[in-house]
């Protein structure tokens, strides 16, 4: 279908949606080509099949026995294959259930098919180029994942406005998220004439680890509904990858996704997650898009969204589709993400007894922490880069500084026996100067 009419499809379905479109994602679309007449071959080509750019050998998949060796099980399709564009069925179909099973808020929402993208990041990056355009404004708060910017700001050109992540209590500052998001808002209100504001939210939180409670999820839908119904369309992009990993029962244990589905017309959430944490499968670069909208809208943004991967990737790798949805299949796979979950949330534990210790006060402050894989450390004298550079050196410990004066500890790497010497480690180099 030409751009056109998917346009027109959309903005009848979803005049939110719409509005939010790039220029690019409004000229996007998945061209009537090979894949179309592959397709068509695959169900109907029962003498020969001349379409797939693949090699055949009595009739199986021409192939390496060096490399069949190392995955044996699967079948040769479910190895060397392409994967369709947006994903394997079955594999969607199943982290469709996995996000019912996770998130009690979603019992009867209505969702998308997640679709199958190279990792987050990549998820991350369909979203600026189907939804940001040049000059945009970007909602994000003052402590970020550094790729927002690479992926938002340098490559989309969006403009990024920040509000303290911490208020004076270090809670989630859901004062300066409403007074940036209604500012803004009513900036794009006045820029366009339609008004349309994307906000990117992240919790378990890059680089803090902090998780919000359920009565600050309300506040921060409250204040999305509240700029959505004066008018404004709302984007609202969920990068949910450390969600599962909760260590403090005062949390929500579940994404903020639930709660923002279907909670105003002019809302659309996306939720941006993946195997790549949630399944302990960082190298196999499997994410997922999935949006808070009916199919009357999804079917021609997914046809938008498969002409954009086409464009870009062409779609995710097929094994390591293929061994995700084994693993999720497998007899005892429950049993190992729990007890892979309780050794992360022990050295979680141990992080925030030994780096709160009334013997580190002078020397840092820790932000609070509830989930995820990191601690972040305020340092109250020294350079933060200064500080990673000599624990590097003389201690032979990796961190990451971030600005002037904050370090961030990725505690998912630790044993519980190693938690005291690193923050010992830390402790040596601020005392030293």
Avoid at 138 to 166: C, H, M, S, V
Avoid at 276 to 292: C, N
Avoid at 330 to 354: C, D, F
């Amino acid at each position: 279908m030409p751009a056109t009419e998917l346009n027109k499809h959309i903005h009848t379905a979803s005049p939110a949606v719409f509005a939010l479109l790039s220029e690019l994602g409004k000229r996007i679309y998945l061209p009537k080509g090979i894949l179309s007449q592959t397709a068509a071959a695959n169900a109907q080509a029962v003498r020969f099949n001349a379409t797939r750019a693949i090699a055949l050998e009595d009739g199986e998949m021409m192939h390496l026995d060096v490399s069949r060796a190392l995955v044996p099980a699967p079948s040769l399709e479910d190895i060397y294959g392409y994967a369709p564009v947006l994903g394997q069925p079955v594999l969607r179909q199943k982290w469709a259930a996995h996000l019912r099973e996770t998130n009690p808020s979603l019992a009867k929402a209505t969702f998308s098919l997640p679709i199958v993208t190279s990792g987050m990041t990549h998820g991350l990056s369909l979203l600026a180029e189907l939804f940001v355009e040049s000059g945009d404004t970007l909602i994000l708060p003052d402590k970020i994942w550094g790729n927002y910017r690479l992926i938002f700001e340098t490559k989309a050109q969006a403009k990024i406005e920040t509000y303290p992540f911490y208020d004076a209590q270090r809670r989630f500052n859901v004062h300066g998220f409403r007074e940036t998001l209604i500012k803004g808002g009513a900036r794009c209100k006045r820029a366009r004439s339609a008004g349309s504001t994307r906000v990117l939210l992240n919790f378990p939180h890059n680089p803090t680890g902090y998780a919000i409670t359920r009565a600050e999820a309300q506040e921060i839908v409250n204040t999305i509904v509240e700029s959505a119904g004066a008018g404004n369309h709302l984007l609202v992009m969920l990068d949910d990858a450390y969600v599962g990993f909760w260590y403090d029962a005062s949390v929500m244990h579940e994404s903020l996704f639930g709660m923002l589905a279907g909670c105003h017309p002019n809302v659309v959430p996306v939720k941006i997650d993946g195997a790549t944490k949630e399944e302990y499968a960082w190298g196999m670069r499997v994410g997922f898009l999935t949006f808070a909208l009916d199919s009357a809208v999804m079917q021609p943004l997914e046809q938008k969204i498969s002409g954009l991967i086409r464009a870009n990737t062409s779609g995710a790798a097929q094994i390591a589709q293929t061994l995700i949805l084994a693993a999720m299949n497998a007899p005892g796979y429950a049993e190992q993400k729990r007890h892979n979950s309780e050794t992360l949330k022990a050295r979680a534990l141990k992080v925030k007894q030994i780096a709160s210790d009334a013997r580190y006060a002078t020397l840092w402050e820790v932000y609070p922490s509830h989930a995820g894989y990191f601690t972040c450390l305020r340092l109250k004298s020294g350079n933060a880069e200064a500080v990673r550079q000599k624990l590097l050196a003389e201690h032979g410990i990796g961190t990451i500084a971030l600005g002037e004066s904050e370090l961030r500890i990725a505690y998912s790497c630790l044993e519980v026996s190693e938690v005291e010497e690193m923050f010992a480690a830390i402790a040596a180099v601020l005392n030293s100067g």
